[in-house]
Antibody
Framework: QVQLVQSGAEVKKPGASVKVSCKTS????????VSWVRQAPGQGFEWMGW????????KYARKFQGRLSVTADTSTSTVYMELRSLRSGDTAVYFC????????????????WGQGTMVTVS | DIQMTQSPSAVSASVGDRVTITCRAS??????LVWFQQKPGKVPKRLIY???GLHPGVPSRFSGSGSGTEFTLTISSLQPDDFATYYC?????????FGQGTKVEIK
């Protein structure tokens, strides 16, 4: 079945970087882009960025420009999110989710999510 | 950026009540709006896609409607399992934007 499986929890010191993986399975990887979203403790959701798994095009939220990189490895059907210069405000659960942009697939937008990865900056 | 203003932020309701949650967008967009339910510590669960499509397996008491700048999630008869927080998300335009959430609590 369609799955997105994320890497495990991380604890980082301020100023460090974190790289979270999102391994996909059960569907054609290059047909669906992937978005990253985070949720700070007790808060709502914040969209961070997106990658086209077809051609590697990326889109980032303005607040993360220069600090966020989203990459994709088609050989392993895995998407990565790297956030640099971590601060305490980056403590959150990070999720990946399917986010297609093709008109024929957009009904599938955000249908499948990873299980979440807790990143603690302390 | 499209701002999504979700209301109310919380609602107290009883089992059997009809509950309506609204998301208003700062500018109009096509119907790529989804509604999620989230329970504490859990992954969000998609309820509605493309404004009014019912996600497979989701009970028919959930429905979505709207267009342009105003979108609505309705729970026709609240059940015990429905006490949770609900979010809208537009994925028509980058950056994607979420509503702030509505917590549905037991009255």
């Amino acid at each position: 079945q369609v799955q997105l499986v994320q890497s495990g929890a991380e604890v980082k010191k301020p100023g460090a970087s974190v790289k979270v993986s999102c391994k996909t399975s059960g569907y054609n990887f290059i047909k669906y882009g992937v978005s990253w979203v985070r949720q700070a403790p007790g808060q709502g959701f914040e969209w961070m960025g997106w990658i086209s798994t077809y051609n590697g095009e990326t889109k980032y939220a303005r607040k993360f420009q220069g600090r966020l990189s989203v990459t994709a490895d088609t050989s392993t059907s895995t998407v990565y999110m790297e956030l640099r210069s971590l601060r305490s405000g980056d403590t959150a659960v990070y999720f990946c989710a399917r986010d297609p942009t093709s008109r024929w697939l957009q009904d599938d937008g955000f249908d499948i999510w990873g299980q979440g990865t807790m990143v603690t900056v302390s | 950026d499209i701002q999504m203003t979700q209301s109310p932020s919380a609602v107290s309701a009883s089992v059997g009540d009809r509950v309506t949650i609204t998301c208003r967008a700062s500018q109009g967009f096509s119907d790529y709006l989804v509604w999620f339910q989230q329970k504490p510590g859990k992954v969000p669960k998609r309820l509605i896609y493309s404004t009014s499509g019912l996600h497979p397996g989701v009970p028919s008491r959930f429905s979505g409607s709207g267009s342009g700048t105003e979108f609505t999630l309705t729970i026709s008869s609240l059940q015990p399992d429905d006490f949770a927080t609900y979010y809208c998300l537009q994925h028509a335009i980058f950056p994607r934007t979420f509503g702030q959430g509505t917590k549905v609590e037991i009255k």
